[in-house]
């Protein structure tokens, strides 16, 4: 067995959870973008967020921030550090800036983000090296399951 193949599969599960929890986008025209915060000592899921910026006029309702807002409540502290976010799409700036805040050990991402990405592809918010905290990345899981409702997404809403 390859070095790790547990913690992929692990990455791969998580991922299709946050992929089933972005569905919750579909009705209210937001992009469909799912997030899960996952404990790591035993990997239950302890908040889940999809993007609700249309439905709650928030510019800051990313999935990331709803899903480590909802962690961070029922955990009863905003130290994360041993916890997992799972984000369908690479993090902006702000929702990488919300995880190393809240010094979130590891980001697990499906599709890189060309245009906004922060954990590596535009910029790097989580390794920067003048932060007191870094996060670990891996990219590209299940990357394309995560890419198509994106793509269909804008697709959909911008006649393209």
Known sequence: MPPHHG????????????????????????VPIGAVVVRNNDGEV???????????HD???????????????RLGRWRLEDCTLVVTLEPCAMCAGAAVLARVPRIVLGAWDPKAGACGSV??????PSLNHWTEVHGGVLAEECAEPIRAFFREHRGA
Not at 59 to 73: M, S, Y
Not at 123 to 128: F, L, T
Request: net charge negative; aromatic share 4%.
């Open 59 to 73: 510019p800051t309702a990313h999935a990331e921030v709803i899903a480590l807002r909802e962690a961070a409540g």
């Open 7 to 30: 913690m992929h599969s692990a990455h791969a599960q998580w991922m299709r959870t946050a992929l089933h929890v972005a569905e919750g986008a579909r009705d209210s025209g937001d």
């Open 46 to 56: 302890v908040g889940r967020g999809y993007n609700r910026r249309e439905a709650d």
């Open 123 to 128: 910029m790097d918010v989580v390794r920067h």
